[in-house]
């Protein structure tokens, strides 16, 4: 671990607080000379599939940041709150950075990668900032900005009256509950919406109001994914289905060999039934944007499958391990096993990764 010279001490806070915005740390050249680490080095641990990069390594910065600071007492400067409203930011910046991600990266993960740093910035005399100088002798210019021997200018919070610096943006006793609070209340508002969409029933296939639909989501998976549409009646499930007799046979077929499959029926394109069925899905309020802009997928489609809705668990991910992990009859896996049979029989690559370089989709069995 490096020693710390008073010299370096110094430095390495004031640079921390010259470069603190409104609470937290931006990933950029200011960043990277003040740690004296590689750019490849920082943006590796960010992975493409996260989406908003810029976010993810601005919250990658503010938890090396909060290691460093906390090595060098940024509360003489920021206040004995600086870490808390840190910590905030870094929470509400994780729950926006993840709100559309099905399987998002553990917070923990991003501080694991973050003390990895630090550690180099920390233990690594011969290349640290803190030791680094250039030809003339000085130390890096973002070390040495700002005001060495002017104090942080402080405010005071309109709502506790109390002072706090204005590197923090906001008040350090108000800001950290108003900023997590507001984080878990949308981490609860999604968890709402996807548990309304868990408590449902199936509609009967042949009685459909469908002009009465109310809500609709779509569901990646297999071929152009499938819409999940409310009802008076209950819950039911809407994909395009070109192959029309393949559709209808497949189905037959499955209920002759004992597999147990959602039950389905065909809507054609010379019936006036389909004309309800679409009708249903655009007046339907979409779960999200995105998934209302999908429904165009159906418009090619001469033929739409209208199919029961299953209510269970997905093979994939912690439910279905949990669900696996309870049941203790044989019934399942027989019903696997002939549920995979019967999908090489029919060629059906859309399910399990079986005879076909297609990697299936798991999300299409349920448990």
Same mark, same amino acid.
């Given at each position: 671990m490096l020693a710390f010279t008073s010299e370096r001490f110094e430095r390495t806070r004031l640079a921390l607080v010259s470069t603190c915005e409104n609470g937290h740390w931006c990933y950029n050249d200011d960043f990277l000379e003040l740690t004296s680490l590689h750019r490849d080095k920082v943006e590796s641990n960010v &992975? +493409? $599939?996260?989406?908003?990069?810029?976010?993810? #390594?601005?919250?990658?910065? +503010?938890?090396?940041? &909060?290691?460093?600071?906390?090595? !060098?007492?940024?509360?003489?400067?920021?206040?004995?709150?600086?870490?808390?409203?840190?910590?905030?930011?870094?929470?509400?910046?994780?729950?926006?950075?993840?709100?559309?991600?099905?399987?998002?990266?553990?917070?923990? #993960?991003?501080? +694991? &990668?973050?003390? %990895? @740093?630090?550690?180099?910035? #920390?233990?690594?005399?011969?290349?640290? =900032?803190?030791?680094k100088r250039t030809v003339a002798g000085r130390a890096p210019r973002s070390l040495l900005c700002a005001r060495p021997s002017v104090a942080p200018q402080s405010a005071t919070c309109d709502v506790c009256t109390r002072s706090y610096s204005q590197r923090l943006g906001r008040c350090p006793s108000c800001f950290p509950a108003t900023a997590v609070t507001s984080a878990k209340e949308k981490e609860r508002e999604a968890e709402a919406r996807a548990a309304s969409w868990q408590k449902l029933s199936p509609a009967p296939l042949d009685t459909i109001s469908w002009e009465e639909a109310t809500d609709v989501k779509w569901c990646h998976g297999g071929s152009g994914g499938v819409f999940v549409l409310k009802v008076p009646e209950g819950t039911v499930c809407v994909r395009g289905a070109e192959l029309r007799a393949g559709e209808l046979f497949a189905q037959l077929l499955a209920t002759a060999l004992g597999v147990r499959t959602a039950q389905l029926r065909v809507v054609g394109p010379h019936e006036s039934e389909i004309k309800s069925v679409r009708g249903g899905l655009q007046r339907a309020t979409p779960l999200e944007e995105e998934h209302? *802009?999908?429904? $165009?997928?159906?418009?090619? =489609?001469?033929? *739409?499958? !209208?199919?029961?809705?299953?209510?269970? !668990?997905?093979?994939?991910?912690?439910?279905?391990?949990? %669900?696996?992990?309870?049941?203790?009859?044989? +019934?399942?896996?027989?019903?696997?096993?002939?549920?995979?049979?019967?999908?090489? @029989?029919?060629?059906?690559?859309?399910? @399990?990764?079986?005879? $076909?370089?297609?990697?299936?989709? @798991?999300?299409?069995?349920?448990?």
């Open positions: &992975k +493409t $599939w996260w989406g908003q990069r810029q976010l993810w #390594l601005d919250m990658l910065a +503010t938890e090396v940041a &909060k290691a460093l600071g906390s090595r !060098v007492g940024l509360e003489r400067d920021l206040g004995g709150n600086w870490h808390a409203v840190a910590e905030a930011w870094i929470e509400a910046a994780y729950v926006e950075a993840t709100a559309s991600l099905k399987s998002p990266p553990q917070r923990a #993960l991003l501080y +694991t &990668k973050s003390m %990895h @740093l630090a550690s180099t910035i #920390l233990g690594s005399a011969g290349t640290s =900032c803190f030791a209302g *802009l999908k429904r $165009w997928k159906l418009a090619s =489609c001469d033929s *739409l499958a !209208v199919m029961e809705y299953v209510d269970g !668990v997905p093979m994939m991910g912690m439910p279905a391990h949990q %669900h696996i992990g309870a049941v203790r009859e044989r +019934t399942l896996w027989v019903q696997l096993g002939r549920l995979m049979a019967f999908d090489m @029989l029919i060629n059906n690559f859309d399910r @399990l990764p079986l005879a $076909w370089s297609n990697d299936g989709n @798991l999300g299409n069995v349920m448990l």
